[in-house]
DNA sequence: TCGTCGTACCTTGCGGAGCAAGGTACCTTG
DNA sequence: CAAGGTACCTTGCTCCGCAAGGTACGACGA
Protein backbone atom coordinates (compact mmCIF):
# COMPACT_ATOMS: atom_id res chain seq x y z
CA UNK A 1 0.00 0.00 0.00
CA UNK A 2 2.61 2.53 1.50
CA UNK A 3 4.80 1.08 -0.51
CA UNK A 4 3.18 1.99 -3.78
CA UNK A 5 2.51 5.14 -2.81
CA UNK A 6 6.30 6.00 -2.38
CA UNK A 7 6.70 4.69 -5.84
CA UNK A 8 4.15 7.08 -7.20
CA UNK A 9 5.99 9.90 -5.51
CA UNK A 10 9.04 9.11 -7.30
CA UNK A 11 7.56 8.79 -10.43
CA UNK A 12 7.12 12.56 -10.41
CA UNK A 13 10.52 12.83 -9.81
CA UNK A 14 13.56 12.19 -7.60
CA UNK A 15 13.11 12.44 -3.87
CA UNK A 16 15.30 11.57 -0.39
CA UNK A 17 13.71 10.19 2.34
CA UNK A 18 13.62 12.81 4.76
CA UNK A 19 11.28 14.42 2.20
CA UNK A 20 9.27 11.99 2.07
CA UNK A 21 8.45 11.14 5.47
CA UNK A 22 7.11 14.94 5.86
CA UNK A 23 4.91 14.59 2.48
CA UNK A 24 3.17 11.45 3.08
CA UNK A 25 2.88 12.50 6.92
CA UNK A 26 1.16 15.74 5.65
CA UNK A 27 -0.73 13.40 3.40
CA UNK A 28 -1.75 11.41 6.37
CA UNK A 29 -0.57 8.38 4.78
CA UNK A 30 2.35 7.78 7.42
CA UNK A 31 3.23 8.11 11.06
CA UNK A 32 7.17 8.28 11.38
CA UNK A 33 10.51 7.45 10.08
CA UNK A 34 10.43 4.01 11.75
CA UNK A 35 7.98 3.39 9.00
CA UNK A 36 9.84 5.10 5.50
CA UNK A 37 13.38 3.91 6.03
CA UNK A 38 12.76 0.06 6.18
CA UNK A 39 10.29 0.03 3.25
CA UNK A 40 13.29 2.19 0.95
CA UNK A 41 15.52 -0.52 2.07
CA UNK A 42 12.95 -3.23 0.93
CA UNK A 43 12.47 -1.33 -2.01
CA UNK A 44 16.26 -0.98 -2.96
CA UNK A 45 16.48 -4.93 -2.16
CA UNK A 46 13.89 -5.71 -4.89
CA UNK A 47 15.13 -3.27 -6.96
CA UNK A 48 12.05 -0.99 -7.70
CA UNK A 49 14.03 2.01 -6.96
CA UNK A 50 17.58 3.23 -7.16
CA UNK A 51 19.79 5.55 -5.04
CA UNK A 52 22.40 8.13 -5.02
CA UNK A 53 23.76 10.28 -2.82
CA UNK A 54 24.06 13.71 -2.64
CA UNK A 55 25.25 16.89 -0.81
CA UNK A 56 22.86 18.72 0.86
CA UNK A 57 22.93 22.66 0.31
CA UNK A 58 22.84 22.83 3.99
CA UNK A 59 22.93 19.86 6.17
CA UNK A 60 23.76 16.12 5.93
CA UNK A 61 24.22 13.89 2.75
CA UNK A 62 20.88 13.15 1.56
CA UNK A 63 20.03 9.52 -0.13
CA UNK A 64 17.76 10.10 -3.04
CA UNK A 65 15.84 7.90 -4.54
CA UNK A 66 14.47 7.32 -8.31
CA UNK A 67 12.21 4.22 -9.59
CA UNK A 68 13.87 1.90 -12.05
CA UNK A 69 12.40 0.11 -14.51
CA UNK A 70 11.20 -2.57 -12.46
CA UNK A 71 9.61 -0.16 -9.73
CA UNK A 72 7.44 1.39 -13.14
CA UNK A 73 6.02 -1.64 -13.67
CA UNK A 74 5.10 -2.25 -10.18
CA UNK A 75 3.86 1.46 -9.85
CA UNK A 76 1.80 0.56 -12.87
CA UNK A 77 0.99 -2.41 -12.52
CA UNK A 78 -0.60 -1.29 -8.84
CA UNK A 79 -2.99 1.53 -10.57
CA UNK A 80 -5.87 -1.08 -11.55
CA UNK A 81 -5.29 -2.99 -8.37
CA UNK A 82 -5.93 -0.17 -6.39
CA UNK A 83 -8.95 1.03 -8.32
CA UNK A 84 -10.41 -2.38 -7.85
CA UNK A 85 -9.77 -2.41 -4.67
CA UNK A 86 -11.18 0.99 -3.67
CA UNK A 87 -14.15 0.54 -5.81
CA UNK A 88 -15.07 -2.59 -3.68
CA UNK A 89 -14.31 -0.58 -0.89
CA UNK A 90 -16.82 1.72 -1.62
CA UNK A 91 -19.80 -0.52 -2.62
CA UNK A 92 -19.59 -2.40 0.63
CA UNK A 93 -19.75 0.64 2.38
CA UNK A 94 -22.06 1.85 0.52
CA UNK A 95 -24.15 -0.92 0.66
CA UNK A 96 -24.73 -0.76 4.37
CA UNK A 97 -25.24 2.38 4.57
CA UNK A 98 -28.87 2.94 5.88
CA UNK B 1 -9.77 -2.00 7.01
CA UNK B 2 -11.27 -5.20 6.82
CA UNK B 3 -12.51 -5.29 10.23
CA UNK B 4 -14.76 -1.79 8.88
CA UNK B 5 -15.52 -4.16 5.84
CA UNK B 6 -17.04 -6.41 8.05
CA UNK B 7 -18.69 -4.36 9.96
CA UNK B 8 -20.49 -2.34 6.96
CA UNK B 9 -21.57 -5.83 5.71
CA UNK B 10 -22.71 -6.39 9.17
CA UNK B 11 -25.08 -3.26 8.41
CA UNK B 12 -26.48 -4.96 5.69
CA UNK B 13 -28.62 -7.80 8.19
CA UNK B 14 -27.11 -10.55 10.57
CA UNK B 15 -24.36 -12.64 8.90
CA UNK B 16 -22.30 -15.58 10.01
CA UNK B 17 -18.71 -16.41 9.68
CA UNK B 18 -19.23 -18.77 6.55
CA UNK B 19 -20.68 -16.54 4.85
CA UNK B 20 -18.71 -13.86 5.33
CA UNK B 21 -15.78 -15.68 4.22
CA UNK B 22 -17.42 -16.02 1.25
CA UNK B 23 -18.33 -13.08 0.59
CA UNK B 24 -15.54 -10.95 1.08
CA UNK B 25 -13.33 -13.69 -0.97
CA UNK B 26 -15.64 -13.10 -3.94
CA UNK B 27 -15.12 -9.19 -3.46
CA UNK B 28 -11.36 -10.03 -3.34
CA UNK B 29 -10.57 -8.35 0.20
CA UNK B 30 -10.17 -11.43 1.80
CA UNK B 31 -8.01 -14.96 1.53
CA UNK B 32 -9.35 -17.26 3.85
CA UNK B 33 -11.33 -18.16 7.52
CA UNK B 34 -7.77 -17.86 9.05
CA UNK B 35 -8.14 -14.32 9.08
CA UNK B 36 -11.85 -13.69 9.48
CA UNK B 37 -12.22 -15.73 12.97
CA UNK B 38 -9.99 -13.74 14.82
CA UNK B 39 -11.25 -10.37 13.31
CA UNK B 40 -14.57 -11.69 14.44
CA UNK B 41 -13.12 -12.78 18.00
CA UNK B 42 -11.83 -8.93 17.84
CA UNK B 43 -14.62 -7.25 17.22
CA UNK B 44 -16.67 -9.05 19.67
CA UNK B 45 -14.54 -8.72 22.76
CA UNK B 46 -14.57 -4.63 21.40
CA UNK B 47 -18.41 -5.06 21.43
CA UNK B 48 -18.31 -3.56 18.23
CA UNK B 49 -21.03 -6.92 17.25
CA UNK B 50 -23.04 -9.19 19.27
CA UNK B 51 -23.37 -12.51 18.38
CA UNK B 52 -26.54 -15.74 18.29
CA UNK B 53 -25.82 -19.07 17.81
CA UNK B 54 -28.78 -20.36 15.49
CA UNK B 55 -29.30 -24.11 13.80
CA UNK B 56 -28.93 -24.25 10.27
CA UNK B 57 -31.58 -25.81 8.09
CA UNK B 58 -28.87 -28.35 7.19
CA UNK B 59 -25.31 -28.61 8.63
CA UNK B 60 -23.59 -27.82 12.18
CA UNK B 61 -25.15 -24.98 14.07
CA UNK B 62 -23.94 -20.94 12.62
CA UNK B 63 -22.62 -18.06 15.27
CA UNK B 64 -24.51 -14.83 13.63
CA UNK B 65 -22.67 -11.65 14.18
CA UNK B 66 -25.10 -8.23 14.51
CA UNK B 67 -23.51 -4.98 14.59
CA UNK B 68 -24.45 -3.19 18.01
CA UNK B 69 -24.73 0.38 18.73
CA UNK B 70 -21.38 0.77 19.26
CA UNK B 71 -20.23 -0.92 15.98
CA UNK B 72 -22.50 1.26 14.12
CA UNK B 73 -20.64 4.07 15.73
CA UNK B 74 -17.46 2.79 14.60
CA UNK B 75 -18.66 2.19 10.76
CA UNK B 76 -19.91 5.90 10.93
CA UNK B 77 -16.50 7.56 11.89
CA UNK B 78 -15.26 4.77 9.30
CA UNK B 79 -16.78 6.19 6.49
CA UNK B 80 -15.39 9.85 6.17
CA UNK B 81 -11.89 8.73 7.02
CA UNK B 82 -12.27 6.04 4.35
CA UNK B 83 -13.05 8.54 2.06
CA UNK B 84 -10.02 11.05 2.83
CA UNK B 85 -7.98 7.72 2.97
CA UNK B 86 -8.80 6.39 -0.33
CA UNK B 87 -9.00 10.43 -2.13
CA UNK B 88 -5.47 11.16 -0.25
CA UNK B 89 -4.22 8.22 -2.14
CA UNK B 90 -5.95 8.14 -5.55
CA UNK B 91 -4.14 12.14 -5.53
CA UNK B 92 -0.55 10.58 -5.28
CA UNK B 93 -1.41 7.71 -7.86
CA UNK B 94 -2.68 10.53 -10.33
CA UNK B 95 0.46 12.35 -9.42
CA UNK B 96 2.91 10.28 -10.26
CA UNK B 97 1.56 9.31 -13.54
CA UNK B 98 3.62 10.05 -16.80
C1' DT C 1 -24.56 -48.52 7.53
C1' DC C 2 -20.55 -46.51 6.70
C1' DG C 3 -17.39 -43.41 4.45
C1' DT C 4 -17.00 -39.14 2.21
C1' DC C 5 -18.04 -34.56 1.19
C1' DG C 6 -19.68 -29.98 2.20
C1' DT C 7 -20.69 -26.88 5.90
C1' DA C 8 -19.25 -24.39 9.85
C1' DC C 9 -16.60 -23.33 13.66
C1' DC C 10 -11.93 -22.37 15.72
C1' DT C 11 -6.59 -22.35 16.90
C1' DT C 12 -1.65 -22.36 16.09
C1' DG C 13 2.55 -20.70 14.10
C1' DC C 14 4.77 -17.88 10.97
C1' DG C 15 6.17 -13.77 8.47
C1' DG C 16 5.58 -9.07 7.32
C1' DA C 17 4.50 -4.31 8.21
C1' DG C 18 3.96 -0.03 10.87
C1' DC C 19 5.39 2.47 14.75
C1' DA C 20 7.68 4.59 18.84
C1' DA C 21 11.89 5.26 20.57
C1' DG C 22 16.55 5.66 20.46
C1' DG C 23 21.00 6.44 18.22
C1' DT C 24 24.48 8.89 15.08
C1' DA C 25 26.22 12.65 12.55
C1' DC C 26 26.24 16.91 9.82
C1' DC C 27 25.52 21.88 9.49
C1' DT C 28 23.85 26.39 10.91
C1' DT C 29 22.78 29.89 14.17
C1' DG C 30 22.86 32.39 18.38
C1' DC D 1 30.65 26.16 21.46
C1' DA D 2 26.21 24.59 22.58
C1' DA D 3 21.63 23.88 20.79
C1' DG D 4 18.51 22.80 17.43
C1' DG D 5 17.16 21.46 12.86
C1' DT D 6 18.27 18.21 9.16
C1' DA D 7 19.00 13.60 7.68
C1' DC D 8 20.12 9.01 8.03
C1' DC D 9 19.31 4.35 10.25
C1' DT D 10 18.22 0.37 13.77
C1' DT D 11 15.90 -2.05 17.53
C1' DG D 12 11.96 -3.96 19.75
C1' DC D 13 7.26 -4.37 20.01
C1' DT D 14 2.76 -5.35 18.43
C1' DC D 15 -0.74 -6.40 15.41
C1' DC D 16 -2.60 -8.48 11.43
C1' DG D 17 -3.32 -11.62 7.59
C1' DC D 18 -2.61 -16.15 6.14
C1' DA D 19 -1.76 -21.15 5.49
C1' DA D 20 -2.41 -25.15 7.72
C1' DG D 21 -4.38 -28.04 10.79
C1' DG D 22 -8.10 -29.58 13.86
C1' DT D 23 -13.07 -30.60 15.38
C1' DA D 24 -17.73 -31.64 14.55
C1' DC D 25 -22.28 -31.85 12.41
C1' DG D 26 -25.45 -33.19 8.60
C1' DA D 27 -26.49 -35.19 4.06
C1' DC D 28 -25.96 -38.32 0.45
C1' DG D 29 -24.37 -42.17 -2.23
C1' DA D 30 -22.44 -46.89 -2.32
Given amino acids: ML ?3 VLALLAGGERYGYDLVAEL ?3 GLLASEGTIYPLLSRLRKEQLVKTAW ?4 SGPPRRYYALTERGQVALDGFRPAWAEFSSAVDKLLERGRT
Same sequence: chains 1, 2.
Avoid: D, F, Y
Fill in 3 to 5: EHC
Fill in 54 to 57: RESP
Fill in 25 to 27: SAA
